[in-house]
């Protein structure tokens, strides 16, 4: 996998001879297979993607073009769900994400249908991206981060090495993830969490969202509105209400930030 870069679209596929494509494959110009990888039945690959030594791609899967799959990875595998009885199913990955050695993405279940991982992903050694997970946009997922079924991870965050997450729990935007963490509710947008058993939020991902380029202004308002929900004497509802009546915290980040929080079905970590 190394001196990787895109190729022209026009050269074909290179397969190693070692390798085994099944018929109904397809594969986008510039795609290279290397030794002893597997592509399924049903499989797309996108152009340039390259699939290094011994990677498996079961079946019914999609993955995006100037994508990078590191040896011994896994996708396209049957949930591990006891309900799950065989139905067709799918998994998405897609444009210039990087899924490093190990690492396994299971296709959904009849619940959603598909496994979703977006664009321009980092996916680390021997993470696990279990059944109906959607992982959004610029998402990192850092060495054997191990998530169970239908969680949510959206565009911007990133989740530090051996987090476990509890199924259907959402990540919101920006949000960072400590080391280790144990992650069984919800983690609201633009905020940093760590702790395992049981997490805390450790105030706004500042570095984050400066990085992200975030105005000044967006990141005060984005701390007052913290301040508020977290840090008050007042009751979530209230915090809510004082947020959402506070003509001078009117901000689209700070929109989302309550109605991510007003909306959580397993309720905030904090």
Same mark, same amino acid.
């Given at each position: ?25 397809? +594969? %986008?110009?510039? #795609?290279? !297979?290397?030794?002893?990888?597997? /592509? @399924?039945?049903?499989?797309? =690959?996108? &152009?340039?993607?390259? +699939? %290094?030594?011994? #990677?498996? !791609?079961?079946?019914?899967?999609? /993955? @995006?073009?100037?994508?990078? =799959?590191? &040896?011994?990875?896994? +996708? %396209? ?194």
């Amino acid at each position: 996998m190394t001196d990787w870069r895109p190729e022209a679209e026009t050269r074909s596929a290179s397969i190693h001879e070692s390798a085994f494509v099944h018929p109904s494959a397809e +594969l %986008g110009a510039g #795609v290279e !297979i290397a030794q002893f990888a597997i /592509v @399924g039945p049903g499989v797309t =690959i996108g &152009n340039n993607t390259r +699939l %290094g030594p011994r #990677v498996l !791609i079961e079946k019914d899967t999609v /993955v @995006g073009r100037d994508c990078r =799959i590191a &040896n011994g990875a896994v +996708l %396209g595998t049957d949930p591990q769900d006891l309900k799950y009885e065989g139905e067709r199913t799918f998994l998405e990955v897609g444009d210039r994400t990087v899924i490093r050695e190990f690492a396994t993405l299971n296709r959904g279940t009849a619940a959603a249908g598909k496994t979703i991982v977006g664009s321009d992903c980092l996916i680390m050694a021997y993470c696990h991206v279990a059944h109906d997970c959607e992982i959004g946009n610029h998402v990192i997922l850092s060495n054997a981060t191990n998530m169970a079924g239908h969680v949510a991870i959206e565009d911007w965050a990133i989740i530090s090495g051996l987090v476990a997450i509890h199924q259907f729990v959402r990540i919101g935007a920006h949000a960072f993830v400590g080391g280790g963490s144990r992650i069984p509710q919800d983690v609201p947008p633009y905020c940093r969490v760590a702790g395992n058993p049981s997490p805390k939020l450790y105030g706004l991902n500042a570095v984050g969202l400066e990085r992200r380029g975030f105005s000044t202004e967006s990141r005060r308002r984005l701390k007052r509105a913290y301040r508020i929900l977290f840090q008050s004497d007042l009751t979530r509802s209230r915090a809510i209400a004082q947020v959402e009546a506070d003509g001078t915290l009117q901000d689209p980040e700070v929109a989302y930030f309550i109605d991510f929080i007003r909306t959580s079905k397993r309720g905030i970590v904090c």
